[in-house]
């Protein structure tokens, strides 16, 4: 059974720092496409960044390109987002996606369609 399991979640404000981290069990993680999405209250599910299976390739939403990075460990079958200069608006639920096995083209990465497995998320709470 696959898991997922988001933390590094939090209250932090404006300006300031998190990483969050994802930890993977329940398949061969390393032939995975990985993805972190967010849903603010009130708002559709929005992709934030993607990694493909050896970080050799990323996806960052214009709204996080050059604050956050994503990034891999396969020997801990864990990913991050790393998340600095944070503002109100990034305050949502963020979750980890997992498209199974899949090689997704660049234009695809930041696809919810494309990923088979989620997590629970995690809060991500950003005071002005």
């Known amino acids: 059974q696959v898991q997922l399991v988001e933390s590094g979640g939090g209250l932090v404000q404006a300006g300031g720092s998190l990483r969050l981290s994802c930890a993977a069990s329940g398949r061969t993680f390393s032939s995975d496409t990985m993805g972190w999405f967010r849903q603010a209250p009130g708002k559709e599910r929005e992709s934030v960044a993607a990694i493909n299976w050896n970080g050799g390739r990323t996806y960052y939403a214009d709204s996080v390109k050059g604050r956050f990075t994503m990034s891999r460990n396969n020997a801990k079958n864990t990913v991050y987002l790393q998340m600095k200069s944070l503002v109100p608006e990034d305050t949502a639920v963020y979750y980890c996606?997992?498209?199974?096995?899949?090689?997704?083209?660049?234009?695809?990465?930041?696809?919810?369609?494309?990923?088979?497995?989620w997590g629970q998320g995690t809060q991500v709470t950003v005071s002005s």
């Open positions: 996606a997992c498209a199974a096995g899949k090689w997704l083209a660049t234009s695809l990465l930041g696809k919810a369609d494309e990923y088979d497995y």
